[in-house]
């Protein structure tokens, strides 16, 4: 059985953590006890809200700065944990950005962000996270993918091209470090209430809500509540695999 208390003593990384679903997931691994480095790109009250708000609370966290695209700048975040800490349990890579647009128009720059960020950025914080859990022979991976990686979605060739990539990129990934004791598995959001989906909230919500069988949308910490059992003892054996969180979007 698991103790409330699953991830004491340990140190968790969740990127693109000053809002949304990446402040849900630091909140539910500091309430279960890990310290959590809230990651975002630049240095911005946001994040340093999330962890403040998380000490308030009787947790542990701190803010760390680095764009995920940027190796030199996730190398300097990597080593203050290093530092700091000498250890590293749990990387959730979840920073994301979209840029949509129809492909016949899709600018190249608008391309590769969103690919340099969502599963390049995901490349480069697990190659880091690695070198502090291989040696430790244990560590979690989650990496924040969408059911988009796997229907497609108008407007977006880029990002499904990018979450497609990093469910791939986790099965791989998983299959490489199996024997170090280190987990890599995915989760498939569907239409979570966030910043990311406001506007499509706002111009076709109705519609988007009559698609979901559960009749809601969804909560960051539905997400959350998924990370959390996959950095769980509870998901052991667990490993290469995707979590399709999207209250039965895509068996609609
Ligand atoms: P959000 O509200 O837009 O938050 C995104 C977070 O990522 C922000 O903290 C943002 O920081 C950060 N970020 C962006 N670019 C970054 C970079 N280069 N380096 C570090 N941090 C960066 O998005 P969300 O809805 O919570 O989504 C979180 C993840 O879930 C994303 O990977 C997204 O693709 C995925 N997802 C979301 C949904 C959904 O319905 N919302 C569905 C499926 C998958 P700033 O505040 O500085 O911009």
Request: charged letters at 25%; aromatic letters at 4%; hydrophobic letters at 45%.
């Amino acid at each position: 059985m698991t103790s409330e208390r699953e991830f004491t003593g340990q140190v968790a990384l969740v990127t693109g953590a000053s809002r949304g679903i990446g402040a849900a997931i630091a909140r539910r691994l500091a309430a279960d006890g890990a310290f959590v480095y809230v990651n975002d790109r630049d240095p911005n009250e946001a994040a340093k809200s999330v962890a403040s708000g998380i000490r308030e609370a009787g947790g542990r966290a701190e803010a760390v700065f680095a764009d995920v695209a940027d190796t030199q700048a996730v190398e300097a975040m990597f080593r203050a944990v290093e530092s700091e800490h000498g250890r590293l349990d749990v990387l959730v890579n979840n920073a994301g950005i979209v840029k949509d647009g129809l492909l016949a128009t899709m600018r190249d720059q608008d391309w590769q962000r969103v690919l340099d960020v969502n599963l390049g950025g995901a490349m480069i914080c697990t190659r880091r996270a690695l070198r502090l859990m291989m040696p430790a022979r244990r560590g979690r991976i989650v990496n924040t993918s969408s059911i988009q990686a796997l229907r497609g979605g108008r407007g977006q060739a880029n990002y499904a091209a990018a979450k497609a990539g990093l469910l791939a990129f986790t099965r791989a990934t998983a299959l490489e470090v199996a024997d170090r004791g280190i987990r890599v598995n995915a989760v498939l959001p569907g239409f979570i209430d966030t910043d990311m989906t406001a506007r499509v909230k706002r111009v076709g919500g109705d519609q988007v809500l009559e698609r979901i069988p559960v009749g809601r949308l969804g909560t960051p910490d539905d997400v959350a509540g998924v990370v959390r059992f996959l950095c769980s003892a509870d998901a052991e054996y667990v490993t290469g695999q995707g979590f399709v969180i999207d209250g039965g979007l895509t068996i609609s």
